[in-house]
């Protein structure tokens, strides 16, 4: 009927060496939960709409409410997601708190995500 099926490997050879050079260079635990987390933090087509608009502009909460035609308290919530991944920044002016990309290094992670998924 044409279904894909998942190729295996149907040989019971391991190549220890391969595996061995392999998992002397994999990262800490620690830092591959870390780095998961950052890409749940891209998980959610809400905020990745809030980076797309700090990409242009520092935009405070009510900006953003505005743009994405949401509530404030919504718009809050996915901020502190950001915020906690290390994704957004913030700066306060009297009593509005402005949100901008933490680095450029988002702008990079959110453009090859986009390539690829244009390829």
């Known amino acids: 009927m044409g279904e894909n099926k998942l190729e295996s ?36 087509s809400t905020r990745i709409k809030i980076l797309h608009a700090l990409f242009q502009e520092e935009l405070c909460v009510c900006d953003l409410a505005a743009l994405l035609e949401m509530t404030q308290s919504a718009i809050s919530h996915q901020l502190r997601v950001l915020k906690s991944n290390k994704l ?32």
């Open 9 to 44: 490997c149907n040989c019971t050879i391991i190549h220890k060496d391969v595996v061995e050079r392999v998992k002397e260079n994999l990262p800490e635990e620690e830092i591959l939960y870390d780095l998961a987390d950052l890409f749940k933090a891209f998980s959610d």
């Open 88 to 119: 957004v920044k913030f700066r306060r002016d009297g009593k509005v708190i402005y949100y901008s990309l933490a680095d450029d290094h988002i702008k990079h992670i959110f453009h090859e995500g986009f390539k690829h998924i244009l390829e």
